[in-house]
């Protein structure tokens, strides 16, 4: 079965740039989507198709794919994007959803 | 505004049944579907399956296959998800979510408030 692989955790100081990889077989080839999920909240999409923002996520946020790595890169880190992201891929061999097991951003 | 508000928390017995709603408002319902999530306490996400919002059709994650059904009501803009033979470790939070797109491996724009659904034996 197809397995996308995130690291449990990130950390990273205020200001500076946030990187979470989300790792799976020639995932390049795929469409990834990645979301956001504060305490006691329900999931936000913040990228989706490997790099397109939906309206009202700041240019901070922005995504690329290639290769067996897709990355969520989040510049000028605020405390407010201290949450865990998940990743997500539509896996065409078996018609199902897959996510990524999530990565929890700490804002040092 | 688009939205998709769902029905309260249950708490039921091993082996009992749940059904959880998903109200959709505020936009064509035809031209998206719902996918179920599933997230256990202090758990990652989990996929449960899709329904497409205009003809119907579903897909489901291999786990559930059996025990889940899901539906819609096209005339009240509301999603349905059913999951039979319930067992302690069903205890999570589900939401549904919107699909941008109307295709099962869209990204997700619009969440519900999600239903906690607790099991007891």
């Known amino acids: 079965s197809y397995v996308l692989t995130q690291p449990p955790s990130v950390s990273v100081a205020p200001g500076k740039t946030a990187t979470i990889t989300c790792g799976g077989s020639?995932?390049?080839?795929?469409?990834v989507h990645w979301y956001r999920q504060k305490p006691g909240q329900a999931p936000v999409l913040v990228i989706h198709y490997d790099s397109d923002r939906p309206s009202g996520i700041p240019e901070r946020f922005s995504g690329s794919n290639s290769g067996n790595t897709a990355t969520l890169t989040i510049s000028r880190v605020e405390a407010g994007d201290e949450a865990d992201y998940y990743c997500?891929?539509?896996?065409?061999?078996?018609?199902?959803?897959?996510f990524g097991g999530g990565t929890r951003l700490t804002v040092l | 505004q688009v939205q998709l508000v769902q029905s309260g928390a249950e708490v039921k017995k091993s082996g009992a049944s749940v059904k959880v709603s998903c109200k959709a408002s505020?936009?064509?319902?035809?031209?998206?579907?719902v996918t179920w999530v599933r997230q256990a306490p202090g758990q990652g996400l989990e996929w449960m399956g899709w329904i497409s919002g205009s003809n119907g059709n579903t897909e489901f994650a291999q786990k559930f296959q059996g025990r889940l059904s899901m539906t819609t009501d096209t005339s009240t803009t509301t999603a349905y998800m059913e999951l039979r033979n319930l067992r302690s470790d069903d205890s999570a939070i589900f939401y549904c979510?919107?699909?941008?797109?109307?295709?099962?491996?869209?990204?997700?724009?619009?969440w519900g408030q999600g239903t906690m659904v607790t099991v007891s034996s």
């Open positions: 997500q891929v539509w896996n065409s061999g078996t018609d199902h959803v897959i």
């Open positions: 505020g936009y064509s319902f035809s031209n998206h579907g």
């Open positions: 020639n995932i390049g080839s795929k469409g």
């Open positions: 979510a919107r699909d941008t797109g109307g295709f099962a491996g869209d990204g997700l724009d619009i």
